[in-house]
């Protein structure tokens, strides 16, 4: 059971979970997802690190009128030439309702709609006179350990550099690829983030 739902509706028992595919749409859980989303961004930032770039994290990218700042979960710092990359990383779980049709038809459906949705959101938003600049680019991957053709490009550049440095093992776990890792990465932040579901409900039930 969701232990967010029993708390915020004391008299359910709150939605089945056996699969983890509640914990993805549910609000109480956002803590959660964004450990596995952080997970991954850590991860991919370390492989840029490696890679010989100069990468921030959670770098703000100016904003259209009155909407501030918002931050790009990884900067990358002259990645083509003189113009640096903004990131902003999308995890998406194909089993939820928002999903789940299109995902049935369509393998990635979640990962590439996510990476869509965020690239119409910063296309409206962001202040267009910094893209000179700057570009950006949303990364869509999926709970399952999926991910878009753009990741799967970036992670082939990331490895080839890393190749040619005779770095290519540079994971905890040695002899993966750098698109096997980051693969591995999720599915162990979401098998992580399902153990704390199932130890606060034995806790909650004692």
């Not at 450990?35 to 991954?40: E, I, P």
């Not at 939820?96 to 965020?118: C, N, Q, V």
Request: glycine share 6%.
């Amino acid at each position: 059971t969701c232990l967010g739902c029993i708390i915020r509706k004391p008299l359910s028992t709150g939605p089945m979970d056996s699969f983890g595919d509640h914990i993805w749409s549910c609000s109480s859980t956002k803590q959660v997802r964004s450990r596995v989303h952080n997970n991954v961004r850590d991860l991919l930032l370390h492989y840029f690190q490696e890679a010989g770039f100069e990468v921030e994290k959670e770098v703000s990218l100016p904003m259209l009128g009155d909407r501030g700042n918002r931050g790009a979960d990884i900067y990358v710092k002259n990645w083509f030439e003189d113009r640096h990359l903004a990131i902003d990383l999308t995890l998406r779980n194909p089993t939820t309702p928002g999903y789940l049709a299109e995902s049935s038809r369509r393998r990635l459906a979640a990962a590439y709609k996510g990476e869509r949705d965020k690239t119409t959101y910063y296309g409206r938003t962001l202040d267009p006179s910094h893209f000179r600049v700057f570009k950006f680019q949303a990364l869509g991957f999926d709970t399952f350990g999926g991910y878009t053709k753009t990741v799967s490009t970036i992670l082939t550049h990331l490895s080839n550099i890393l190749r040619e440095r005779s770095r290519l093992d540079v994971s905890d776990s040695p002899g993966l690829s750098v698109r096997q890792a980051i693969s591995l990465c999720i599915h162990k932040a979401v098998a992580e983030s399902l153990n704390w579901q199932m130890i606060e409900t034995q806790f909650l039930e004692t």
